[in-house]
């Protein structure tokens, strides 16, 4: 079989030996990392000048191969065109948007760079899967310097609709890049809809998923991301029985948990659903002290300038709220700025009667499928789930919200507090039978037997 060969903007940190992972990346690709394999991405050093030095490390007979960001690129490639102007516009956020040919122009470079470093390290017969809106370009850098592999690419965030896609001034290069690949993979079918419609519009020959573009194929495929659902139950199980969950158990007073956790990102919904808390609070006062919600909120990305302003508009809420509704024995909010450790957070899970997992548009949502995955199958909690979540597109068995929709929302917590054991027991079946069947392993399968087909020249 050929050597596989993952590019991504980050390599999983393996040095810290922190026993299994439980969520992310390293375990979506887990089942496709066979020893042998090569990961390559940037280490998350930076340093003065740019630099073509690679270093590798190997664990568990998978070579991890890295280089270092110079400080400018960071700030231009990576905070700047990656996360001010990719991520917001793919998530259609457009007022969210920065956009300057500085930024641009790093993120070319970069792409080249990583391009360069991979000459280095690749064969013939290796399949390359490259990883995400940080890394459009490499392949379109790796076929101008020659190179033929088989190479794929797999969006973890939204394709916008077109309308949105344009409103880059690099759209039509961007595209160009993604045609570069073989096979380009979407979290779900409106994702993938969305991107052959920008080709379509530019008179690029498709059909059914696939685009004819230089005399090459570029196959469309939906491969959604999945978690490891025995791995999680297992970590959620051990979590739970511990004393950091028992501690939160006894705060409780017998009050159900609802609980969110998210990097603190504006794309997952915070203010609405904060909102929407206060909402329930003030519209259901009867079941006020039945309830405590606990947001865990991971700091993500605090240089970029929107963050700041959220996470000043959150604390804002986060007091209105306790302000409030407070009582000398209760506090109905509890909002923490800070991540919680991977184990804690499945048990934290567990103990929760409802999980509320709200963005304004995600790609797939990991936390959603943890969820359930975390879940007593005997006594289950209640998802409540964004509609515009690429995981509700796998999850029609959870309440299904509108993360826009405050009254929505605020209903949507009350009907959980009051579903029975029998409709959470049997939503919670069919959500488990969904994400087993659409797990990490069937993820990275699926994508990697697409890139495949074709390789060795039959393609
Ligand atoms: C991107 C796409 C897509 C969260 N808080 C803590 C913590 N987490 C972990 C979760 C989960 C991961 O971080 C977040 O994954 P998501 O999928 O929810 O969201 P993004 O980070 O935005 O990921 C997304 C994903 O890529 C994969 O394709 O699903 O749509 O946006 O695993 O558990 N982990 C710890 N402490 C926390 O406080 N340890």
């Known amino acids: 079989m050929a050597r596989l060969v993952i590019v991504s903007n980050r390599v999983p940190d393996v040095s810290e030996g922190s026993g299994p992972r439980a969520g992310g990346l390293a375990v979506g690709l887990a089942d496709a990392l066979l020893p042998g394999s090569l990961w390559f991405g940037w280490s998350g050093a930076r340093v003065a000048e740019r630099s073509d030095k690679i270093r590798s490390l190997v664990s568990e007979g998978v070579t991890y191969a890295t280089i270092d960001l110079a400080e400018d690129d960071y700030h231009a490639y990576y905070l700047g065109f990656s996360n001010a102007t990719l991520w917001p516009l793919f998530h259609m956020m457009p007022s969210l948007v920065n956009f300057d040919r500085a930024g641009y122009a790093a993120y070319r470079d970069v792409n080249e760079q990583f391009a360069n470093a991979l000459l280095k390290l690749i064969q013939p017969d290796d399949l390359i899967w490259i990883h995400d809106y940080q890394l459009l370009g490499v392949a379109a850098a790796l076929r101008r310097f020659g190179v033929r592999n088989r190479i794929g690419f797999f969006l973890h965030i939204p394709f916008p609709a077109p309308a949105m896609f344009d409103l880059l001034p690099p759209a039509e290069e961007l595209l160009q890049g993604l045609l570069a690949h073989d096979v380009v993979g979407f979290q779900t079918g409106q994702d993938l809809g969305h991107f052959l419609s920008a080709l ?260």
């Open 200 to 459: 379509r519009q530019r008179d690029i020959f498709v059909q059914g998923h696939d685009a004819r573009h230089d005399g090459r194929l570029v196959r469309g495929v939906v491969t959604p991301i999945g978690v490891n659902a025995e791995l999680l139950n297992r970590l959620a199980v051990r979590a739970a029985r511990r004393v950091e969950a028992r501690r939160v158990v006894d705060s409780l007073s017998g009050r159900a948990l609802m609980i969110s956790a998210d990097r603190l990102d504006y794309t997952k919904g915070l203010p609405a659903r904060f909102d929407a808390y206060g909402r329930f609070l003030s519209c259901f006062p009867a079941q006020r002290r039945r309830i405590s919600f606990l947001q865990v909120a991971a700091p993500s990305r605090e240089e970029v300038e929107k963050y700041k302003a959220l996470r000043d508009e959150l604390d804002y809420k986060a007091g209105a709220i306790n302000g409030e509704y407070s009582d000398f024995d209760w506090v109905p909010l509890r909002y923490m700025t800070r991540a919680a450790g991977r184990g804690l957070l499945a048990g934290l899970f567990r103990i929760s009667r409802i999980g509320l997992v709200t963005p304004l548009r995600d790609g797939m949502n990991l936390v959603a499928m943890e969820y359930i995955a975390a879940q007593d199958e005997a006594d289950p909690g209640v998802l409540i789930l964004s509609c515009f979540a690429g995981a509700a597109a796998l999850l029609p068995e959870a309440l299904l919200v509108n993360p826009y929709d405050v009254d929505e929302m605020a209903e949507a917590i009350n009907a959980a507090l009051l579903m029975t054991k029998e409709e959470r027991q049997e939503r919670h079946a069919a959500l488990l039978a969904q994400i087993r069947t659409h797990d990490a392993a069937a993820y990275s399968r699926s994508f990697v037997s697409v890139l495949a087909q074709g390789a060795c020249g039959s393609g």
